[in-house]
């Protein structure tokens, strides 16, 4: 029997990646990437759903990457997998889930448009940059604002 376990995400970032290191002392980057998807509800209208993906990875490479060039509002390309953990907090089990990208993974910024023109990028505070800060809100809120784990999934 074959199993695959693969994900593909092409979004913005929620937010600046995290970083940190685990306790054997591997480093990790942690960000939060927003895809939506438009749909029709039943009445016809066009609504948006918007998805919140937690994404980690420990290859020192996209770390060192991630600390310089990727900001909130990016667009960024993740190639990975599936993953769980799971940690033992005040008695506590605790899971969590999100993309893991191995070695082998991808974890690339998407180069905006204009930028190969020598446009440079656009400040992400500015109104005129068309980047959200949050992402677009789901009823009137944040989707990401429900996300408050302390490690890397």
């Known amino acids: 029997m074959i199993n695959i376990n693969e994900v593909r995400l092409i979004g913005q970032l929620a937010e600046d990646p995290q970083f940190g290191s685990s306790g054997n002392g591997n480093e990790w980057m942690r960000c939060r990437v927003l895809t939506n ?6 009445n016809g209208e ?3 759903r918007v998805e919140g993906h937690s994404v980690v990875t420990f290859d020192k490479y996209r770390v060192e990457h991630g600390r310089k060039k990727l900001r909130k ?3 960024v390309y993740v190639e990975g997998e ?6 033992e907090k005040d008695g506590k089990t605790e899971f969590f889930y999100g993309v893991f990208v ?5 974890l690339h910024q998407m180069v905006p448009a204009g930028a190969l023109r020598g446009e440079g990028r656009k400040d992400e505070r500015s ?17 990401m604002d429900d996300f408050d784990d302390e490690i890397p999934f």
């Open 37 to 42: 998807h438009p749909y029709r509800d039943a």
């Open 127 to 143: 109104p005129e940059s068309g980047v959200p800060r949050d992402g677009a809100p789901v009823n009137g809120r944040n989707p």
């Open 73 to 75: 509002g990016d667009t």
């Open 102 to 106: 191995p070695l082998g993974g991808k």
């Open 46 to 48: 066009w609504q948006e």
């Open 82 to 87: 599936n993953r769980s953990s799971r940690r």
